[in-house]
């Protein structure tokens, strides 16, 4: 069971890979355009276009962390260390990878994280 619940995780993971880098290269081609736009536009023009480039950045940065923590799961499967807590080295319940399938907590250590961080 456990080997075809990895299985299909690491498709899904692949897919959202695949989603990611679509999604990131589709921001560049934007930032691209924006800049490229800068030249010949008055200053209400380049305050807006600055806006959406911050916003386009944002984004990004966010995509780009979410590709890193996919690619780490995707390690783990490959190491056999998927669905166990960084932390504390319990089961990640099989709901919960369901929901978010690069989950490096359990829901304990997440919630103690976050109260921490509060």
């Known amino acids: 069971m456990e080997k075809e619940f990895n299985d299909k ?3 899904l993971l692949l897919a ?3 989603e990611l880098i679509d ?3 589709a921001n560049s081609a934007d ?3 924006i800049f490229e736009d800068m030249e010949s536009k008055d200053e209400v023009d380049i305050a807006s276009d600055a806006i959406d480039r ?3 950045e944002a984004v990004g940065v966010k995509d780009v962390n979410r590709l890193k923590l996919i690619d780490s799961a995707l390690t783990r499967i490959e190491q056999g260390k998927y669905g166990l807590c960084m932390k504390c080295g319990k089961r990640i319940p099989q709901e919960r990878l369901e929901a978010i399938p690069y989950a490096l907590l359990c829901i304990n ?3 103690a994280d ?3 961080n509060r």
């Open 9 to 11: 995780m690491k498709e």
């Open 114 to 116: 976050e109260r921490r």
């Open 16 to 18: 959202q890979k695949r």
């Open 31 to 33: 930032f691209r355009k």
């Open 23 to 25: 999604q990131i290269m």
């Open 54 to 56: 911050t916003m386009l």
């Open 109 to 111: 250590c997440k919630s």
